[in-house]
């Protein structure tokens, strides 16, 4: 039998060959993840921490397809122009290394997780706003914490996790996540999920599951700034035109279909590491954050997801440098950006403030 499209029948040596040299690629990935697990688990967190940051200098010095999306989603961030001299040059790469140290720090948690408990993480956010957060996740609405590739996301799944089920929450927390490539890789990241207390369900899964849940009056953390690419004029594409930081972006419309089919809570929620060599966060919460409908349904559903990356973009112009977007975030196309202080400044913190060296 042949396969659609005329390519080659599955059982063919060159279709199995290459099958089964990128599954043993990926097994072999999460083996070496377990083992990385392992060694850095040895080592104090600081060193760890100290030796992510050389690798990360290295990688950002030899990785020109990620450098240039680094700085182009930086760009909108920091209030930089497409037309760049070499001091913009300069502050794009000065903050660009910086993200890369701190995505690299977050790999060194994610590898050191296995070794902490959700008290642990709990113990690691520090935050006055417990009684607040308490009385969402005991409260019996439905409530959505819409979440960016920011800080240390899953710190605060496992701790809220931790403070819910002291609270009497009837259900963990539901995180919905993408593939990390392969299942044998994921049956490692999300494993650790499952034992830090929540429920990773992929996105394939995850209207369904999200719904029920909600319905039950459950929490479910979403992850919102995946960007989508837009499809030929005329073509229905997914999601829905936002800006972010005043410049155009695409982005996953799900989680405001999800709030507005059950009148869930949503709470923005980003999780952000304080600076030094400690395993210790902030979360930024908005409890203050509302939504109406006007039983226009993709009118609300712009509005809605527009209102939840208007309060995202403070804190990601606050720590521009904690926000982990490696692939083209942005449309090619800019809108108008509103004023923002001059972009020479960045090293001294008075565009944004910085997390650590």
């Known amino acids: 039998m042949i396969s659609r499209l005329g390519q080659a029948p599955f059982w063919s040596s060159a279709v199995w060959k290459s099958a089964v040299w990128k599954s043993a690629a990926w097994h072999a990935v999460a083996l070496l993840w377990r083992l990385a697990g392992h060694g850095l688990r040895a080592v104090p967190q600081s060193t760890a921490y100290a030796i992510s940051g050389v690798v990360a200098d290295r990688v950002y010095g030899n990785w020109p397809h990620g450098r240039r999306n680094i700085r182009a989603n930086l760009r909108p961030v920091l209030g930089i122009n497409s037309?760049?001299?070499s001091d913009d040059r300069s502050v794009l790469d000065y903050w660009g290394r910086r993200q890369l140290r701190r995505y690299a720090e977050l790999l060194v948690d994610e590898a050191r997780l296995p070794g902490r408990s959700r008290a642990d993480c709990f113990d690691a956010l520090i935050t006055d706003e417990w009684p607040e957060l308490d009385r969402a996740l005991s409260d019996p609405r439905p409530l959505i914490f819409a979440v960016m590739h920011f800080g240390n996301w899953d710190v605060a799944g496992a701790a809220f996790a931790e403070?819910?089920?002291e609270s009497g929450a009837a259900d963990p927390p539901l995180v919905l996540v993408e593939s990390l490539g392969h299942p044998a890789l994921d049956a490692v990241i999300h494993g650790q999920r499952r034992r830090l207390g929540m429920v990773p369900v992929s996105i394939e899964q995850a209207p369904l599951?999200?719904?029920?849940?909600?319905?039950?009056?459950?929490?479910?953390?979403?992850?919102?700034d995946r960007p989508l690419t837009r499809l030929e004029?005329?073509?229905?594409s997914p999601g829905v035109d936002v800006t972010f930081c005043g410049a155009p972006c695409r982005l996953p419309d799900g989680f405001a279909r999800l709030a507005l089919s059950t009148n869930a809570r949503i709470?923005?929620?980003a999780t952000a590491r304080i600076p030094g060599r400690d395993f210790r966060f902030t979360p930024l919460l908005d409890f203050d954050f509302t939504y109406a409908s006007t039983g226009d349904r993709q009118a609300d559903v712009q509005a809605l997801t527009q209102s939840v990356l208007n309060v995202h973009q403070q804190w990601v112009r606050r720590y521009p440098d904690q926000w982990y977007q490696f692939r083209p975030f942005f449309n090619d196309e800019r809108v108008e950006t509103q004023p923002q202080p001059r972009k020479h400044a960045a090293k001294s913190g008075t565009v944004a403030q910085g997390t650590g060296g």
């Open 83 to 85: 037309s760049l001299d």
């Open 163 to 165: 403070r819910g089920a």
């Open 209 to 224: 599951s999200a719904l029920r849940a909600l319905r039950r009056g459950g929490t479910v953390g979403i992850l919102i």
């Open 233 to 236: 004029p005329g073509v229905r």
């Open 267 to 269: 709470i923005p929620l």
